[in-house]
């Protein structure tokens, strides 16, 4: 998962450990990057959704990780 997350691009891993790493509520997260609440919630779901189809089958995790 760690090796996942770091290759996601900087400003959905950045949301992404703020909100479960740091488990900070998306209203703090979305004014620290100065950006809406929907676009923050829009981050999130798109970013459990890759990591979802990543984590789910190692092959597209190979073909995902050496595309980044």
């Known amino acids: 998962l760690a090796a996942v997350i770091k290759k996601l691009p900087a400003e959905k891993r950045k949301v992404f450990m703020q909100r ?3 488990l900070r509520p998306i209203s703090e997260i979305a004014e620290e990057f100065s950006m809406s609440e929907s676009k923050v ?7 459990r ?13 190979l ?6």
């Not at 919630?41 to 970013?47: A, P």
Request: glycine content about 0%.
């Open 63 to 68: 073909r995902y990780i050496n595309s980044l």
């Open 41 to 47: 919630k829009m981050i999130l779901h798109r970013t």
């Open 20 to 22: 479960y790493w740091y």
């Open 49 to 61: 959704n890759t990591l979802k189809e990543v984590l789910d089958d190692p092959e597209p995790l």
